[in-house]
Structures are given as structure tokens and as C-alpha cells.
């Protein structure tokens, strides 16, 4: 399915952060995050950081977001938008960029602090599925 992302779905994706952030299980830092994400299909899917005492355990809120979709029936990320406490519109880690790599559709978009870019232009050269094919 290809969807053109206009302002009211950008809007709905970033209340479906908002709304996720509000689940965030966030003690030791108090740094709540939300993401969602707009699927190839038209569903929304979204999720929330999970903290845990052990801090390198910590679950960012793009990773609950893929195991959503892992357990939603699978499908492609078409757009993406995260937010911390205050609103505010944040970039995915180096570790969670990989992450949404993997699982976006063709023509990914994500919502960041210097506006829409593509998957290509936060993760250029990235390595993929794609390199671990066997020649034939």
C-alpha cells in the first residue's frame, strides 16, 4: 500500500506517540519516550521505552514498537514519528535506526527535529538483510 503522509496522518501518528510515551516505564531515568508508526497495510502501531535496573537491558520504545508488529502479523513501516515527555520530537539511536531499517517499507519517512527525512537519508549505506544473501 503506497500512502501519501500528509499533516493529518503525521498528527495522528504523533498523538499515537504521545498517548504510548503515557505506558513508558522509565524510573531510573524519568525520560519517558513514545513511538508509533504508520504500517504499509494503514494500521498504526506504537510503543514505549521499558527500563530495567540492569540499565544496558533497557528497552527503547522502537523496540516494544517492532515486537508490536511482530505480534500484530508483521507488515512494513511506512512513517514513523517518536516523542519524549515535553512533546518534543526525537531522533532513534544508532541501535533503533537498524531496528527500523529492517522493518521499513519501500520510501520509509520518519518525523525528526529538522523535519521528514527518509530511512536513507538517517541510515545511508546501511547494512541490511540484503548483504547477508548468498551470492549465487
Not at 537491558?57 to 512494513?76: F, H, N, P, Q, S
Request: proline share 5%.
Amino acid at each position: 500500500m503506497t500512502t501519501e503522509i500528509d499533516d493529518v496522518l503525521w498528527e495522528s501518528l504523533r498523538k499515537a506517540a504521545t498517548a504510548a510515551m503515557g505506558n513508558a516505564y522509565a524510573p531510573y531515568s524519568k525520560y519517558p519516550v513514545g513511538a508509533a508508526a504508520l504500517l504499509d497495510d494503514g494500521r498504526t502501531i506504537s510503543g514505549c521505552n521499558v527500563e530495567n535496573a540492569s540499565y544496558g537491558l533497557t528497552l527503547c520504545a522502537e523496540c516494544t514498537l517492532v515486537g508490536a508488529l511482530r505480534m500484530g502479523g508483521g507488515g512494513r513501516i511506512s512513517a514513523f514519528y517518536c516523542v519524549d515527555e515535553a512533546g518534543a520530537v526525537l531522533m532513534p539511536c544508532g541501535r533503533c535506526r537498524q531496528l527500523l531499517y529492517e522493518f521499513a517499507a519501500p520510501g520509509m519517512v520518519l518525523m525528526t527535529s529538522h523535519g521528514i527525512k527518509t530511512m536513507g537519508q538517517i541510515l545511508p549505506d546501511a547494512f541490511g538483510p540484503k548483504n547477508l544473501e548468498n551470492p549465487s
